[in-house]
């Protein structure tokens, strides 16, 4: 059975700081990860989408890894900024049943 | 090309109605999930439907839910008896074929008093 874990769930940094928010997976079978921000009371924005085959992804201040092997994920954000402020999601997209499985996120609080 | 659109948006039931909350996925996608997010958890599958089937639904509790997309129209998810665990919010997602991208819509609210 697919797990997804975020480390941490809850983090806050000053502006203009460099972080790191993690994933991982215990199932490597999945088709895709992806990372997704969602602002309180809203919908889900899609952030990267990394397919099985490819290693990263960018996006403006974000780069999103995948290591499939050891089942890790890694979003990487650049000169954070207040707007930033969300949580921040994880999902795979499951081989065998075409189900995401999502983490219970990383609520990202930028210090102004 | 709309994106994945949900309604109502915001939903109250008293304890004991039904609540059906519709999703119309994005033109040429036939493949529809939808995923419920309690308060404090994470968003959790339900059920996957594509067109006239359910494919998948493994998600959904045993009494009182239904989902199904119909040939024509959006998909509904209907929940009857709603009680006040059944506050959530509702998220449906499409894509255009199988171990694909799926595309969120907004989500609806449903409260329950």
């Known amino acids: 059975k697919q797990e997804v874990t975020q480390i941490p769930a809850a983090l806050s940094v000053p502006e203009g700081e460099n972080l790191v928010l993690n994933c991982s997976f215990t199932d490597s079978a999945i088709y895709n990860l992806q990372w997704f921000r969602q602002d309180p009371g809203k919908g889900l924005t899609s952030l990267l989408l990394i397919q099985s085959s490819q290693r990263e992804q960018t996006s403006g201040r974000l780069n999103a890894s995948l290591d499939k092997s050891s089942g890790r994920s890694t979003l990487y954000i650049a000169a954070s900024q207040p707007g930033d402020s969300a949580t921040y999601l994880c999902a795979g997209g499951m081989n065998r049943d075409d189900k995401i499985i999502f983490g219970k996120g990383t609520r990202l609080h930028i210090l102004p | 090309n709309a994106g994945v659109m949900q309604n109502p948006r915001h939903l109250v039931r008293r304890r004991g109605q039904e609540a059906r909350l519709r999703c119309s996925p994005m033109k040429g996608h036939s493949h529809v999930y939808w995923y419920r997010q309690l308060p404090e958890e994470g968003l959790k599958f339900m059920v996957y439907l594509q067109k006239e089937n359910i494919i998948d639904e493994s998600g959904m509790p045993k009494e009182r839910f239904s989902a199904e997309f119909p040939k024509e129209g959006p998909s509904i998810l209907r929940i009857q008896q709603v009680v006040r665990g059944d506050s959530a919010a509702y998220f449906c997602?499409?894509?255009?074929?199988?171990?694909?991208?799926?595309?969120f819509g907004p989500g609806t609210r449903l409260t329950v008093t």
């Open positions: 997602a499409s894509s255009p074929w199988r171990a694909y991208e799926q595309y």
